[in-house]
């Protein structure tokens, strides 16, 4: 039986390689175009098209694939989006990929500033943001562009998919993914599709940033570190596990979505 996936974040925490990781395994046809991103249940009006509409825009390309994809980062982000896609899909599966927050803030600094949205500097982005949220032109994008702490409290978005959707669910961290080719094929598993299957490129950094980025003093990454105490804390505890980030103090590694 066919069903189907959605890949609803979190921005800037690698969900352009799952999305490759997804779409590489002859069992899962991922949604097209993938960019930009289909985002149907962002829309009200796009989300009453009903499923025949959705199937024949974004799978047309589909043959008997088990599963079918779309990876649409905003999503976490709005509770009415879990609503919009059970009404159309029923009981799909929901996959969410998560980073370190301080990497993932980091990553969309310099995401935000290769396309020139942003102009100043790293560190004083993130004191700023420590003060609360910074202003940004709803006319221009439709997400802010400045979101860069605010993002990476993952419990604040993930309780309205898992209110939904439950044992659906599925949450996974970049660090591990990209790290151990056999949580590849774990994650093939539980989406119920062969998980012997190995993508050649399974572990190779995609849609990386270009914009290098400065090193932050010490007394600001504690201070990162403590605005996401809590939120890390109350993660581990939903997940029942211990966050991969938790083994170290702010060391980054790449820049990828």
Not at 25 to 49: C, G, N, W
Not at 160 to 180: A, Y
Request: hydrophobic share 35%; proline share 8%; net charge negative.
């Amino acid at each position: 039986m066919t069903r189907h996936l959605l890949v609803v974040g979190a921005q800037r925490c690698g969900t352009t390689y799952l999305h490759d990781l997804l779409a590489a395994h002859p069992q899962i046809a991922m949604a097209r175009p993938a960019r930009p991103e289909p985002k149907v249940f962002l829309s009200a009006e796009l989300s009453a098209r009903g499923l025949e509409w959705y199937e024949r825009t974004y799978f047309a390309h589909a043959g008997d694939e088990l599963v079918l994809g779309e990876k649409s980062t905003s999503y976490l982000e709005y509770a009415e989006a879990a609503d919009r896609a059970a009404a159309m899909l029923g009981d799909p599966l929901i996959l969410a990929q998560l980073r370190d927050p301080v990497e993932r803030a980091m990553s969309h600094w310099a995401f935000s500033t290769d396309g020139g949205l942003e102009t100043r500097p790293l560190a004083e982005v993130l004191e700023a943001n420590l003060e609360g949220p910074l202003p940004w032109d709803p006319e221009r994008t439709s997400v802010s562009p400045y979101a860069y702490l605010e993002r990476g409290r993952y419990i604040d978005y993930l309780r309205p998919w898992l209110d939904r959707f439950g044992d659906d669910v599925t949450v996974v961290f970049l660090d591990e993914m990209r790290g151990d080719p056999a949580r590849v094929g774990e994650l093939y598993g539980t989406l119920g599709v062969d998980p012997g299957f190995r993508p050649p490129a399974a572990g190779v950094p995609v849609n990386e940033s270009r914009q290098p980025r400065p090193e932050l003093d010490a007394d600001l990454l504690d201070r990162l570190r403590e605005y996401y105490h809590k939120s890390d804390q109350e993660l581990s505890d939903l997940l029942g596990r211990t966050l991969p980030w938790s083994r170290h103090t702010g060391t980054t590694e790449g820049t990828q979505q």
